[in-house]
């Protein structure tokens, strides 16, 4: 059975930085996606960033410029690099693979705090 292993989250000050990590445990065959979602309390998960199997990424307007996401697929792992992190990028940071069109994996999020 495939999962995805994140890993990096942590507590930071206010203009720091933090490095995800998410892994599969097993094979997944025709990723097409790979992408980071958060969770803040009391509010819906939202999409933060995205890459394509092509390549090509997209990012949430409030993370622009400041996250970048990354892959290595050769081992099938996808990385999330915050930096100028603020307060309002506290969170539960989910890692989602997007395989043959229809099928998800979701990783079982980690941790994001960041204080002012």
């Known amino acids: 059975q495939v999962q995805l292993v994140e890993s990096g989250g942590g507590l930071v000050q206010a203009g720091g930085s933090l490095r995800l990590s998410c892994a599969a445990s097993?094979?997944?065959?025709?990723?097409?996606?790979m992408a980071w979602y958060r969770q803040a309390p009391g509010k819906q998960r939202e999409l933060v960033a995205h890459i394509t199997s092509g390549g090509s990424t997209a990012y949430a307007g409030s993370v622009k410029g400041r996250f970048t996401i990354s892959t290595d697929n050769a081992d099938n792992t996808v990385y999330l690099q915050m930096n100028s992190l603020k307060p309002e990028d506290t969170a539960v940071y989910y890692c989602?693979?997007?395989?043959?069109?229809?099928?998800?994996?979701w990783g079982q999020g980690t941790q994001v705090t960041v204080s002012s």
């Open positions: 097993g094979s997944i065959f025709s990723i097409n996606r």
């Open positions: 989602n693979f997007v395989a043959l069109g229809i099928i998800n994996y």
